[in-house]
């Protein structure tokens, strides 16, 4: 089969049947397009759970020639997930979303018209207006100070998607992240690599059907990533000169 214009990955990990009209709205939404598309809908599981989405994605899949699954065993957590499903992705460009709902089906054919009429890399949303109080919008506020303070460059809300990336670009970034920091670590490779992004602004609406993963303990994991990450990218910088100065 020929490659499709738009890949778009859906981490649907305990979405369960509230993925389904989800994925009918993307399905509605990219089918006005007159690009080539595909979903890839990520239903890794943990071994054991009571976790039904392996099977809703299955069926849904089977439904639509349109529609691919990853499903395995979970060897991480959200990251995992994501580098599972873009790693899948066939199209030119290739994107991220959540599948509970809270970004809206428009954003991505927002995001991806930026990408091509500018000529970029890279795009991902900023959330203006947010529905999901003020717990959620605090930590935000809080990572996002915490992230341009250690990288000393602003990228307004990292944690915000869809993301949207060229394939061949993504194919450089080379991601290692298995969990939550997987959002900060594709902004800081294509910022590496120097790849040219935007933004574009989105409506983050109110999930009432499935509690929030983000949990108090999330907060020490985003900060104790961020504070590897910086750290480790500065004795990497450090070994490199010091072998440069060693041939010289």
């Not at 990336?165 to 080379?174: A, C, G, S, T, V």
């Amino acid at each position: 089969m020929t490659a499709p214009h738009f890949s778009l990955v859906v981490l649907c990990y305990r979405s369960g049947q509230s993925i389904i009209p989800f994925v009918e709205r993307l399905q509605r939404t990219l089918s006005r397009c007159n690009f080539s598309w595909e979903l890839v809908l990520v239903g890794n599981y943990i071994e054991g759970s009571d976790d039904e989405t392996p099977q809703v994605v299955t069926k849904l899949a089977e439904s639509s020639p349109n529609i691919r699954t990853v499903i395995r065993p979970k060897q991480g957590m959200m990251g995992w997930d994501m580098r599972m499903g873009l790693d899948a992705a066939t199209g030119t460009y290739i994107g991220v979303i959540d599948g509970d709902g809270q970004f809206p089906a428009e954003s991505i054919v927002a995001c991806l018209l930026k990408c091509e009429l500018e000529d970029l890399d890279f795009t991902k949303t900023y959330r203006v207006i947010r529905d999901d109080g003020l717990y959620r919008r605090l930590i935000s506020t809080v990572y996002n100070a915490l992230f341009s303070l250690l990288f000393g460059f602003k990228v307004r809300d990292i944690n915000s998607k869809p993301k949207i990336i060229r394939r061949d670009k993504y194919e450089l970034m080379n991601l290692k992240s298995d969990d939550w920091f997987a959002d900060a670590e594709i902004v800081i490779r294509a910022r590496e690599l120097g790849l040219k992004i935007g933004e574009t602004p989105v409506h983050f609406v109110l999930n009432d059907k499935r509690g929030s993963f983000v949990k108090p303990i999330a907060i020490l994991e985003f900060t104790s990533n961020l504070l590897k990450y910086r750290f480790s990218r500065t004795k990497e910088a450090k070994a490199a000169s010091l072998s440069s100065s060693t041939v010289k």
